[in-house]
């Protein structure tokens, strides 16, 4: 069974700060992936950013990166220079490739980027 | 190109009614996900459907939901007898095959009061 845990509830950053969203990560599967999604106040589910387990390099997408530390099993976000709009829950979630890739996902953290 | 379109939106029904909730994946995607996000659960997976396969079942709570997906395109996820605990957001999401990111309609808030 996989298991994703997220630990902050809720967090504060300045605006144009970054901040960090801890993610950890249980899992007996040799091969799988790792998102961040975001959920604003209107309930959609944005993708953010993907890992794959042998990737070797974090993954990056514009002022998302992830920071993927394999054998401590910890998916960190990083969004650096945060913005207003970025306030919203966020979701770490994870898939296994032997089982369809259906998402575990944590229980979320809200981020509140204060101006 | 167009997103995951879910409809209704929004949803109110009474107890022990039949729902149905249909979601339209994105074009050319073969694999589909339904989830249900509530206050106490979280965040859980509920059917999978990948091309013309069987479905992968195992996360419907009970015997009450059923999902089909007809021409490997729309699907239907239908909760027959609601209860009040079925109240939650029902999110479908859809990927290619050997595509890992899955991309998420906008969900449908069901209440049953």
């Known amino acids: 069974a996989q298991k994703i845990t997220q630990t902050q509830p809720g967090m504060f950053v300045q605006e144009k700060e970054a901040v960090t969203l801890d993610c950890t990560y249980d899992t007996s599967d040799q091969s799988y992936g790792l998102f961040w999604y975001k959920q604003p106040s209107s309930g959609e589910m944005i993708f953010l950013i993907y890992?794959?387990?042998?990737?070797?390099q974090n993954a990056t997408e514009g002022r998302y990166s992830l920071n993927f530390q394999k054998a401590r099993k910890s998916a960190n976000l990083v969004i650096s220079a945060s913005q207003l709009g970025d306030s919203a829950m966020y979701f770490c979630?994870?898939?296994?490739?032997?089982?369809?890739?259906?998402?575990?996902f944590g229980g979320g953290t809200r981020l509140m980027v204060k101006p | 190109g167009a997103g995951v379109s879910q409809s209704p939106s929004n949803k109110v029904t009474e107890k022990g009614k039949d729902v149905e909730l249909r979601c339209d994946p994105i074009s050319g995607h073969t694999a589909l996900y339904w989830y249900r996000q509530s206050l106490g659960q979280g965040l859980e997976f509920l059917i999978y459907f990948q091309g013309n396969s069987a479905p992968d079942k195992s996360g419907l709570p009970s015997d009450r939901f059923s999902a089909e997906r007809t021409g490997g395109s729309v699907s239907t996820l239908t909760i027959q007898r609601t209860q009040q605990e079925d109240s939650a957001v029902y999110l479908c999401?859809?990927?290619?095959?050997?595509?890992?990111?899955?991309?998420f309609g906008p969900g449908t808030r069901l209440l049953v009061l």
């Open positions: 999401a859809s990927t290619n095959r050997g595509g890992e990111t899955q991309y």
């Open positions: 979630a994870m898939s296994s490739n032997n089982a369809g890739n259906m998402l575990t």
């Open positions: 890992q794959g387990s042998y990737d070797e």
